[in-house]
């Protein structure tokens, strides 16, 4: 549902809620007792969870993740005009979808990883409010980079399967998916966002 | 004339659920953490407890 539509459905529904509180009597009859059930059940009930579901879905977006200031930098990371800037190259080439791209490679792909993510999100929120904010290069994971949310997406890519530098080793793919060998920290992928070397990085513009 | 209880209760319960959308409603107009914790910590609270005193009076209104 558009935003523009939800917040016209929350603003109707709040208006007729608080008519039929002010009005109360008319629940007096038959009709207006539908009316109350409509107004102070069904409506509040669709109006929270079309809510719900728009503010899981922004928490989700870029803009969320990088509207607190010490996520700028990270941000800034993803237009960083070198190859071997890991979350640059995915968002530049469009491996990820850019209006999500935290949330792509930062949520565990688990059953309850996007209920982690957000219980994470409302201690970043608490560190951010009340909390000492760390310098952007002081921020460090919760876990190690697991390789099963790069292959999440790359486990049977051709790229992936078939790169000449994957099959160096013929054991390698195997400890890669089997999570022995970090796609990460083994050394092979091991630029990620690396905020603290940005002053020196120059920066990709997308053409208009 | 004094307003029954039942109308009493059902005018508290549009003022909670009113509330509380207006909550949701400031919280839908930014992208931001905090506007996400609104919505959760005091919008949906609010409406729900405005849909269970709705609730309430209709279960003591049937046994009246």
Redesign the interface.
Known sequence: MPASILILFVAVSGFLAVVVGFRAHVTRSREGKILAFVALLILPAMAVWAGFNEQMDRAQSTTFCLSCHVMADYGRSLTVDDRSYIPASHFQNNRIPRDRACYTCHTTYTMFGGVTAKMHGVRHLYVQYLGTIPKPEDIKLYEPYNNRECLHCHLGARSFEEGSAHHKDPELLARVKAGRQSCISSGCHDTVHDVASLKDATFWKEAQ | ME?PV???K??????L??A???V??L???A???????L??AV??PL??A??VL??LSLVSSSQA
């Open positions: 307003a039942i109308e009493t059902i005018n508290w319960a549009s003022k659920i009113g509380g959308l207006l949701q409603l919280a839908l107009l992208v931001h953490p905090l506007a996400f914790v919505f959760l919008g949906c409406v729900a405005g849909i709705y609730l």
